[in-house]
């Protein structure tokens, strides 16, 4: 069963524009919420990160939307760049748990010049 | 670069056989935790280990087990081999109590 659902899988977004990348969750014991990106052959690297107290965080193009009582949170990165072109991953942390992350199945973006 | 190292960075081991892959933590870190990540796949808990003991464990059989060593480098050992083994394996390290969770670049593991 996948704790946080992810979408879409795959995104193609025109130099300048908005990438915008959902998740959706439904384990209200959850109380982080980070942004990893990856490049192939990479390990993931933590991007930017919300705790479920404040409705958005915006730290240079990067922007986390969320919404609570939806459950659900999204990544916008605003003026995107090719340098962007990577595949993201939302995730969420239970602290009550195994303290461990649940990762969605991650979004390849591509951002063409 | 997050300071995570991870070794070796590619691997090739034929079914049934035994592996171990490495981790050295960031410095300041006390918490590794162990992930799979299959291919086009997010990655996948396997456990985690505070003050030399697991202190979590994801859907994963026993022959995945691991160590943490007083300088909190750690080892995950995967014993009798699959195919379906074959994955990015990534240690991610931490501070207890703090949620931030920082990835090295992992290692490759092909089953043949």
């Known amino acids: 069963q996948q704790q946080v659902k992810q979408s879409p899988q795959s995104l193609i977004v025109q130099k300048g524009g908005i990438s915008i990348i959902n998740c959706a969750y439904e384990n209200t014991a959850f109380d982080y919420f980070p942004w990893y990106q990856q490049f192939p052959g990479k390990g993931p690297a933590l991007l930017i990160a919300i705790r479920p107290d404040v409705s958005e965080k915006k730290e240079g193009r990067f922007t986390i939307s969320f919404n609570k009582s939806a459950k659900q949170f999204s990544l916008h990165i605003m003026d995107s760049q090719p340098g962007d072109s990577a595949t993201y991953f939302c995730?969420?942390?239970?602290?009550?748990?195994?303290?461990?992350?649940?990762f969605g199945t991650g979004t390849r973006l591509t951002v063409i010049p | 670069e997050t300071g995570v190292t991870q070794s070796p960075t590619h691997l090739i081991k034929t079914r049934g056989q035994q592996v171990t892959l490495r981790c050295s933590s960031q410095s300041g870190h006390n918490t590794v935790s162990w992930y799979q990540q299959a291919l086009g796949q997010g990655p996948q808990f396997i456990f985690q280990y505070y003050r030399e003991e697991e202190n979590g464990r994801g859907n994963f059989p026993p022959r995945f087990s691991g160590l943490q060593f007083p300088n909190y480098s750690s080892e995950l050992n995967v014993n009798a081999l699959e195919l379906d083994d074959s994955a990015l394996y990534l240690c991610a390290s931490s501070r207890v109590g703090v949620t931030e969770a920082f990835f090295g670049q992992g290692t490759r593991l092909t089953v043949v």
């Open positions: 995730a969420a942390w239970e602290a009550t748990g195994a303290n461990n992350l649940f």
